[in-house]
T-cell receptor
Framework: DAKTTQPTSMDCAEGRAANLPCNHSTISGNEYVYWYRQIHSQGPQYIIHGLKNNETNEMASLIITEDRKSSTLILPHATLRDTAVYYCIVRVAVNAGGTSYGKLTFGQGTILTVHP | GAGVSQSPRYKVAKRGQDVALRCDPISGHVSLFWYQQALGQGPEFLTYFQNEAQLDKSGLPSDRFFAERPEGSVSTLKIQRTQQEDSAVYLC?????????????????FGPGTRLTVL
């Protein structure tokens, strides 16, 4: 399975952009990069995903390097409510029961603290 | 619309008791996943269902853990003879796609989890 490496923790000032890096140097060509976050005592929340191109939605932007070995999640204007654990995941295709499904393997994630 | 729901949200069991945790996936989602999350760790995969078929149970830690989804919607995770090491948050997730292809995507949406404490 492709593994990801993220910093253990990061700080960001409220209103500034938060840039969360992730290394996935062993990613395969068909594997997507997913980002989830988990606020204390809640289930993981989907943020964004991408394959090759940069992606943007209402929550964040995802920048994937051309060689796909790393990516950066950008929260353009961080708020206190963005304080959470952010997980970068390479979704792997698993063959099971005669079909395939996408399996998420969570690491430790990055604890992002947004301060006033 | 309604997301994934789980019940109960909190469960306290005495060691040796059996517990049953329920997951209601998003309506129409054919894929359902269970995860276990120990304190301070990321979620770990337990098992995967496609409709009523349990296609992957490689993450179940022991034969005390059993999951079912008899009608392809609601799922139950049962833990028999609970042990203290079973204390964790149990998360359920669902996704919509029937088939997975190399360039297709199926985003998993998670419920709030059930926090199990075994005394």
């Amino acid at each position: 399975d492709a593994k990801t490496t993220q910093p253990t923790s990061m700080d960001c000032a409220e209103g500034r952009a938060a840039n969360l890096p992730c290394n996935h140097s062993t990613i395969s060509g068909n594997e997507y990069v997913y980002w989830y976050r988990q606020i204390h005592s809640q289930g993981p929340q989907y943020i964004i995903h991408g394959l090759k191109n940069n992606e943007t939605n209402e929550m964040a932007s995802l920048i994937i390097t051309e060689d796909r070995k790393s990516s950066t999640l950008i929260l353009p204007h961080a708020t206190l409510r963005d304080t959470a654990v952010y997980y970068c995941i390479v979704r792997v295709a698993v063959n099971a029961g005669g079909t395939s499904y996408g399996k998420l393997t969570f690491g430790q994630g990055t604890i992002l603290t947004v301060h006033p | 619309g309604a997301g994934v729901s789980q019940s109960p949200r909190y469960k306290v069991a005495k060691r040796g008791q059996d517990v049953a945790l329920r997951c209601d996936p998003i309506s129409g989602h054919v894929s359902l996943f269970w995860y276990q999350q120990a304190l301070g760790q990321g979620p770990e995969f337990l098992t995967y269902f496609q409709n009523e078929a349990q296609l992957d149970k490689s993450g179940l830690p022991s034969d005390r853990f059993f999951a079912e989804r008899p009608e392809g919607s609601v799922s139950t995770l049962k833990i028999q003879r609970t042990q203290q090491e079973d204390s964790a948050v149990y998360l359920c997730a669902s996704s919509s796609r029937r088939m997975y292809g190399p360039f297709n995507t199926d985003t998993q949406y998670f419920g709030p989890g059930t926090r199990l404490t075994v005394l």
